[in-house]
Every structure is written in C-alpha cells, then in structure tokens.
Nanobody, 125 residues
Framework: QVQLVESGGGSVQSGGSLRLSCAAS????????MTWFRQAPGKEREAVAF???????RYARSFQGRFTIAQDNSKTTVRLQMNRLKPEDTAVYYC???????????????????WGPGTQVTVSS
C-alpha cells in the first residue's frame, strides 16, 4: 500500500524558512508524481508545487520564487524549501501523490489519490 509521510513542519517567525519532506513508499513502479498542497482552516486545499520522478517541476504561480520543490534520488523523498514565510502561509501542508495522470503535471487536488497526514506550518508575525 502507498504511504506518504510529511515532516518538517513547525512554528517560525515571519521571514523565516522551513524545509518540509515527504517520504513515499509502497508504489508498485517508479511512475508516480507528488505535489505539495496546503490547507488552512476553512479554506480549500491549494497546490504549491509538483514534481515527478524525472525531476520535472511545476509551481503554482503564487509560490514561484519563494518555495522550491526537489526530490532526493537516494530515496523516495520530496522536499519543499520554503523561504521568506508569511503569516498567510500558515496551513497544514500535505503531500499528495498520483500514479495515473502524472503526464498532466496537474496542480488540481482532484487528480491525487494518495495523501499523507499533513504537517502543520505556523508562521507568526
């Protein structure tokens, strides 16, 4: 079974940085992709950045420049480097994965079948 586990969340002051990680396991092949999403209370889940196993990336425009997604090829881990954090970045950050429609490089939450439990990021002013 597919398992995703996020880590690296915590509390940080405005302007600070955090590095999130998503460890994936249980995929039957190397054909899968992952996207970082975030969800604040009362808001819809929104995409942050996408990456596939070939290292191709795509960012939601709001996060271009501040956030960077990358994969560690030594293990099935995807990281999200978040810089210059703002209070509005406060949310639960989730790792979503898909093994069917990765060619779309989709930032649509509905395309993702697997989810980790999330990691809380809190940015104070």
């Amino acid at each position: 079974q597919v398992q995703l586990v996020e880590s690296g969340g915590g509390s940080v002051q405005s302007g600070g940085s955090l590095r999130l990680s998503c460890a994936a396991s249980g995929f039957s092949s190397n054909h899968y992709c992952m996207t970082w999403f975030r969800q604040a209370p009362g808001k819809e889940r929104e995409a942050v950045a996408f990456i596939d196993t070939l290292g191709r990336t795509r960012y939601a425009r709001s996060f271009q420049g501040r956030f960077t997604i990358a994969q560690d090829n030594s293990k099935t881990t995807v990281r999200l480097q978040m810089n210059r954090l703002k209070p509005e970045d406060t949310a639960v950050y989730y790792c979503g994965a898909d093994s069917v429609n990765c060619w779309l490089q989709s930032l649509d939450v509905r395309r993702y079948n697997y989810w980790g439990p999330g990691t809380q990021v809190t940015v104070s002013s």
